[in-house]
């Protein structure tokens, strides 16, 4: 027999998921993504983000450095 188990739709799972990534990124950077879209697969979850540069690393992307900026991020 089955225990009665509550189980949340998968979209307010990938939208709590999403919401804590942009959360996390906002407090991490100063900024959040200004999208952000997560897939939950049966084994993997993607989050995916959109515009999540500060402007300082805007500008250095676009001068090819494109390396310090993930330096800086890690």
Do not use: C, F, W
């Not at 993504?33 to 049966?42: D, L």
């Amino acid at each position: 027999m089955m225990p009665n188990v509550s189980v949340a739709p998968v979209g307010s799972k990938s939208a709590a998921i999403s919401n804590a990534v942009v959360g996390v990124l906002h407090r991490y950077t100063g900024r959040g993504p200004t999208h952000a879209r997560t897939t939950i697969g049966s084994d993997t979850i993607v989050v995916t983000l959109r515009d999540s540069l500060t402007k300082a690393e805007r500008t250095l992307a676009h001068r090819g450095q494109a390396r310090e900026v993930l330096a800086m991020r890690r």
